[in-house]
């Protein structure tokens, strides 16, 4: 629950970005639509991306973690990738 929430708050972070960019500076700037958002492509993309990557690697050491919440996250991350059970036995 709590990675949805951070998902979801990224994903408005950069609408708020991208929709700043585009619609307050270039189209009051004069540009047309298509070239405002295509501006706003260009110039915000690269950044949301690596943004996203930094806080996803953030979170890594959780999903990584030799616990039972490390366990719970690497399930559910790994989950279409095989059997991940033998990560929640505690006797190993």
């Given amino acids: 629950m709590g990675s949805l929430i951070i998902a979801l708050g990224l994903l408005v972070d950069d609408a708020i970005i991208a929709g700043e960019e585009m619609m307050v500076r270039k189209l009051e700037e004069g540009y047309s639509m298509m070239k405002a958002a295509t501006f706003t492509w260009d110039a915000t993309a690269m950044p949301m991306l690596t943004g996203t990557l930094i806080t996803a690697v953030g979170f890594l050491p959780i999903g990584l ?8 996250h690497v399930c559910h991350l790994w989950r279409y990738h095989g059997g991940t059970d033998h990560l929640l036995d505690a006797s190993r």
């Fill in 65 to 72: 973690a030799n616990s039972t919440v490390g366990g719970v």
